[in-house]
């Protein structure tokens, strides 16, 4: 037995108990006549006291030669501290050791192992085991854990069935790239790395699994962000014999579930609100309704004066700031500065201080006079104290552009608080996008989606104009979940293909089992999948979800620590018929 006890449990309830604990040693403190050793596991920590009073000579000179992160085991009696630490489950004791074995020694680590280390993000993600002994890791990752297990109890109770489905599988066109494995037994021929389980889930529902689920791996080969990792993780569900308000019920009660059981946080308002609201309202499809500085619309108001910029533009767009009328003219010139970068991609921006006393300063009163300005208060729903923000330009450009100093401006004012939560549906998403430079319309979600019932026939006037019957589950301004109702007949959904661009040839290659299987009595089905990894970021209060992954990848996709990916041995090149030219 290596331990009696773990490193967090011992507290005056244990005093002169003879215990055994096994850890890291986390920090050395030698006076010479007294060491003081802070043992640390999973649990917690525990101080070791060696005595030269009450301490064997052999194990006081073995104390002398510990190092940090030392793996040992110990055999000592609990007393009570003399110095007391009160910011520790355990710092009314210590135990006084009367034997010690090293279990492993250890080389200096490269950083710190502490919750506030010196080692930067770069260091740590190569030595990613130390860093996993930090507390801020260790409880990333426990909480991580925990939310799964929510997750598991909810559905399990709700009658959703765990079914496992191949990583192994068919390549198909379904948004990005496919992560490809070659097949040594299959000359020529490869696996792809599915990027979600989107045609076994709907293949479980032909076969009357009814209720599915699965938190499971998938794969998408695209450029990387900090919320983005080439692998992550979903809670991937599919329900049959259901319309969306079926599928929107239950999975609110999950997020309720989980606020309630993992932040004792009660949410009683789900609201929806159409795509079309959110991009006119928010400029963007999963806003953060925390706060308000919604858009307000001022072409009417703000063109044919004689101010060309705004007479100019297909779009004039402006937003109320609470109480920044107070803003110096240095703060809103950095403002403009912000949305001149080119990650934003603004030409400048136009503002309007509604003072305390009601008197309205615009930028632009060469223009406008405070008529005009009060108009602008108004759509914007300003008031004394605010400062209004205004871009114009390009209709989708601005709104994106505006978004994006909405989220700016309401981090920097302290809006966003990581203890508030804001659950959103969006629905009634366009069932197709338009890819401006090929001019061909593409999936907005998948080619699996139902359009809104009566919308089919205006695939042939006006596909842009047909409805989507999809919805995203939105909170504090992140998309954690998204999905559909699908289509469940094989005409619809060989109608479907030749919209997307797919000759019935390459339908039939692509998805030939699918649309087979639809053939042997499909049920109406439908389904949902939440981001676990973001899902869980953003119920531990913080914005990447690489915080939260036992092992991540860089921005580069590789991972540092066992140097990955990395080149192959020439005999497995050869196995595999494969020739690599670069």
């Given at each position: ?7 967090g449990?011992l ?9 055994t ?9 030698d006076k ?11 649990y ?9 009073e ?10 002398k030669?510990l ?10 009696t ?8 009160p ?23 490269p ?10 993000e ?8 130390l ?12 909480f ?12 399990s ?15 198909t ?9 070659p ?38 080969d695209?450029d990387?962000r900090?919320?983005r990792?080439p ?8 329900m ?5 308000e ?49 858009f ?6 703000a063109?044919?004066k ?7 533009a ?42 305390a ?6 930028s ?30 390009d ?29 959103l549906?969006?629905?009634d ?5 338009l ?11 998948h080619?699996?989606?139902?359009p ?15 409805k ?13 979940g998204g ?24 339908a ?7 649309m087979?299987a ?5 049920p ?5 999948a ?10 531990g209060?913080?914005?990447?979800i ?22 192959i ?14």
């Amino acid at each position: 037995m290596y331990r009696s006890h773990n490193c967090g449990e011992l507290n005056l309830s244990d005093i002169n108990k003879e215990v055994t604990l096994s850890g890291w040693v986390a920090k050395v403190r030698d006076k010479g006549f007294v060491i003081w050793a802070d043992l640390r596991d999973r649990y917690g920590i525990t101080q070791l006291i060696f005595d030269e009073e009450r301490t064997p000579k052999e194990i006081m000179e073995t104390a002398k030669g510990l190092g940090r992160e030392f793996v040992v085991q110990i055999t000592g009696t609990v007393i009570e501290r003399t110095s007391k630490n009160p910011n520790i489950p355990t710092g009314e004791i210590e135990v006084l050791v009367t034997a010690i074995k090293i279990l492993n020694q250890s080389l200096v680590p490269p950083f710190t192992i502490e919750d506030q280390t010196d080692g930067g993000e770069d260091i740590r993600m190569k030595y990613r085991y130390l860093d996993i002994r930090r507390n801020p890791v260790k409880e990333n990752l426990i909480f991580r854990h925990k939310v799964a297990i929510e997750v598991r109890k909810y559905l399990s109770d709700e009658g959703f069935i765990e079914v496992e489905t191949p990583y192994l599988i068919k390549s198909t066109p379904e948004g990005a790239r496919d992560f490809v494995v070659p097949s040594r037994m299959n000359e020529g021929q490869f696996y792809a790395l599915p990027q979600s389980p989107q045609t076994f889930k709907q293949l479980l529902m032909v076969g009357g699994m009814d209720k599915y689920f699965q938190i499971v791996k998938c794969f998408r080969d695209e450029d990387l962000r900090a919320d983005r990792q080439p692998e992550f993780t979903q809670i991937d569900c599919e329900m049959a014999f259901v319309e969306q308000e079926d599928i929107l019920n239950v999975f609110e009660g999950l997020t309720r579930h989980l606020l309630q059981e993992i932040k004792g946080v009660t949410v009683d308002s789900f609201p929806r609100m159409t795509y079309d609201d959110a991009m006119k309202k928010y400029g963007n499809d999963k806003p953060d309704i925390r706060f308000g500085m919604e858009f307000g619309e001022l072409n009417a108001v703000a063109q044919h004066k004689e101010f060309g910029v705004f007479n100019d533009a297909e779009l004039v767009v402006g937003i109320a700031v609470p109480g920044a009328a107070t803003y110096t003219r240095k703060e809103i010139d950095a403002l403009i500065d912000w949305v001149r970068r080119p990650q934003i991609g603004a030409k400048g921006m136009v503002y309007v201080k509604y003072n305390a006393d009601g008197s309205l300063k615009s930028s632009v009163d060469k223009f406008y006079d405070s008529n005009d300005l009060a108009e602008w208060a108004k759509i914007t729903g300003a008031k004394p104290g605010d400062l209004i923000c205004v871009l114009s330009g390009d209709a989708n450009k601005t709104r994106t552009q505006l978004s994006a100093l909405r989220m700016e401006l309401a981090t920097r004012l302290g809006l966003r608080k990581n203890n508030e939560f804001a659950p959103l549906w969006v629905i009634d998403f366009p069932l197709l996008e338009l890819d401006e430079e090929t001019g061909h319309y593409h999936a907005m979600h998948h080619p699996f989606t139902s359009p809104k019932p009566g919308q089919l026939e205006l695939l042939d006037t006006d596909p842009g104009a047909v409805k989507a019957n999809a919805y995203d589950l939105v909170l504090n301004g992140n998309e954690i979940g998204g999905g559909s109702i699908r289509i469940h007949d094989t005409d619809m959904q060989a109608t479907m293909f030749k919209h997307l661009g797919f000759s019935p040839e390459e339908a039939k290659a692509q998805f030939g089992f699918l649309m087979e299987a639809f053939k042997y009595g499909a049920p109406p089905h439908g389904g949902l999948a939440f981001g676990l990894d973001r899902l869980v970021a953003i119920l531990g209060g913080q914005e990447t979800i690489r915080d939260f992954i036992a092992f991540p990848k860089n921005n580069s996709g590789r991972d540092v620590m066992i140097d990955a990916p990395s080149p192959i041995d020439e005999e497995q090149l050869k196995e595999l018929k494969l020739n690599i030219s670069l």
